[in-house]
C-alpha cells in the first residue's frame, strides 16, 4: 500500500533533515544567507515543518496546527535544538496522519484546492515528498558551500 512508502519516504528525509540541521559546523551559519541565496537552511527547515504540518497534520491528522507560512521565512536565530524537536514532532505527526489513510481515502481529492486544479490525497502526498527532497538538497547544499571555517 502507498501509505507504507509514503511513511518511510518522509522519514527518511526528514531524518536526513536532522543530519543535516546537526551537520552545521557553526549554528549561526544555519541562518546566513548570501548574494543569490534568498534562503537559509534554517528558514527553510522551519518552511518544510510548517508545510507538513499544515498539509498532512492538520488535514489528514486533524491536529489543529495553525501555519504561518510568512513566519517561517522571517523568523530567524532559532536555536538547532529547538528544530530539532519541531522534526521530530513532525515524524511523529506525518508518520500518524498518513497512517491513518485507507486506499479508498487516498483516490478521494484533497479537500482543499492548493494549485489550479483539484488533484486526489496520492498526487499530492507525492508533491510533498518530493517538495521535502527538493528542500533537503538546498540545505545540503547550502551547509557544504557556506558552512566553511
Same mark, same amino acid.
Given at each position: ?12 528525509? $526528514?531524518?536526513?533533515?536532522? %543530519? &543535516?540541521? *546537526?551537520?552545521?559546523? !557553526?549554528?549561526?551559519?544555519?541562518? #546566513?544567507? *548570501? ?11 522551519? #518552511? ?5 504540518? #499544515? @498539509?498532512?497534520?492538520?488535514? @489528514? ?6 501555519? !504561518?507560512?510568512?513566519? +517561517? @521565512? =522571517? !523568523?530567524?536565530? %532559532?536555536?538547532? &535544538? ?6 521530530? &514532532?513532525?515524524?511523529? %505527526? ?9 486506499? =479508498? ?6 479537500? %482543499?484546492?492548493? @494549485?489550479?486544479?483539484?488533484? =486526489?490525497? +496520492?498526487?499530492? $502526498?507525492? /508533491? $510533498?515528498?518530493? /517538495?521535502?527532497?527538493? /528542500? ?5 547544499? #547550502? ?7
Amino acid at each position: 500500500m502507498l501509505t507504507k512508502t509514503l511513511q518511510q519516504l518522509f522519514k527518511r528525509d $526528514l531524518e536526513k533533515l536532522k %543530519v &543535516e540541521i *546537526e551537520s552545521y559546523r !557553526d549554528e549561526k551559519k544555519l541562518w #546566513h544567507v *548570501e548574494k543569490s541565496i534568498p534562503n537559509s537552511a534554517g528558514n527553510l527547515c522551519l #518552511h518544510l515543518i510548517g508545510n507538513l504540518n #499544515h @498539509f498532512i497534520g492538520a488535514e @489528514f491528522g486533524k491536529t489543529g496546527y495553525v501555519r !504561518d507560512r510568512p513566519l +517561517e @521565512f =522571517s !523568523d530567524k536565530n %532559532v536555536p538547532r &535544538e529547538i528544530l530539532i524537536q519541531k522534526i521530530n &514532532e513532525t515524524i511523529n %505527526v506525518v508518520d500518524m496522519s498518513i497512517g491513518k489513510l485507507t486506499e =479508498s481515502q487516498l483516490q478521494q481529492d484533497y479537500p %482543499v484546492i492548493v @494549485f489550479a486544479d483539484k488533484m =486526489s490525497n +496520492e498526487f499530492f $502526498l507525492v /508533491h $510533498l515528498a518530493a /517538495h521535502l527532497s527538493y /528542500h533537503l538538497g538546498q540545505i545540503n547544499y #547550502h551547509r557544504r558551500l557556506l558552512d566553511t571555517n
